[in-house]
T-cell receptor, first 114, second 116 residues
Framework: DVKVTQSSRYLVKRTGEKVFLECVQDMDHENMFWYRQDPGLGLRLIYFSYDVKMKEKGDIPEGYSVSREKKERFSLILESASTNQTSMYLC?????????????FGPGTRLTVT | DQQVKQNSPSLSVQEGRISILNCDYTNSMFDYFLWYKKYPAEGPTFLISISSIKDKNEDGRFTVFLNKSAKHLSLHIVPSQPGDSAVYFCAASAFSHNTNAGKSTFGDGTTLTVKP
């Protein structure tokens, strides 16, 4: 069974703080993704990594950065948290190649920035 | 512009009847389509998918239909059960040879309620 775990289920941070969200997968997947989910807006891709140290911006990268130093771990960093980054953050992973379209999601981290 | 649209935010059906969830897309580069199901406080889980070279894929009570000319896909659930009540996301995937990866664009989701 594929398992994607996220470091926290709930997080409350103050405006201006640096925030780290961690994601770990145990299926040796090449690809990892960070999304945010907001009511009425579906899942929007923030960043995507297709290999260790390789990353690509998604649709809404502003205010975020990522780090992938090991294959199994993908971190999302909010450099200076703002209230409009209050959201549900979802991590996902998948295999590379044409067959690797299905993504496996973690349970999500609900982040509140006050 | 939104490349993947689910025009119905919610759908309510009676147990035992058919549920039909719809999805439209605009980008011709999408070559693979997926449906995910999401319960509250959980991440989405994969439900069923279809390649652009097919027009139908069936898995038990779930069938996905693809109409490429109309850029439209639908998910049929027959018969619907109360446990099917969840948010359903449509996703369209495009493959990049540069990254050797498929990236998905998601719709806004449709909340399905199946009444006993």
């Amino acid at each position: 069974d594929v398992k994607v775990t996220q470091s926290s289920r709930y997080l409350v941070k103050r405006t201006g703080e640096k925030v780290f969200l961690e994601c770990v997968q145990d299926m040796d997947h090449e690809n990892m993704f960070w999304y945010r989910q907001d009511p009425g807006l579906g899942l929007r891709l923030i960043y995507f990594s297709y290999d260790v140290k390789m990353k690509e911006k998604g649709d809404i990268p502003e205010g975020y950065s990522v780090s992938r130093e090991k294959k199994e771990r993908f971190s999302l960093i909010l450099e200076s948290a703002s209230t409009n980054q209050t959201s549900m953050y979802l991590c996902a992973s998948s295999f590379s190649g044409l067959a690797g379209r299905e993504q496996y999601f973690g349970p999500g981290t609900r982040l509140t920035v006050t | 512009d939104q490349q993947v649209k689910q025009n119905s935010p919610s759908l309510s059906v009676q147990e035992g009847r058919i549920s039909i969830l719809n999805c439209d897309y605009t980008n011709s580069m999408f070559d693979y389509f997926l449906w995910y199901k999401k319960y509250p406080a959980e991440g989405p889980t994969f439900l069923i998918s279809i390649s652009s070279i097919k027009d139908k894929n069936e898995d038990g009570r779930f069938t996905v239909f693809l109409n490429k000319s109309a850029k439209h896909l639908s998910l049929h659930i027959v018969p619907s059960q109360p446990g099917d009540s969840a948010v359903y996301f449509c996703a369209a995937s495009a493959f990049s040879h540069n990254t050797n990866a498929g990236k998905s664009t998601f719709g806004d989701g449709t909340t399905l309620t199946v009444k006993p």
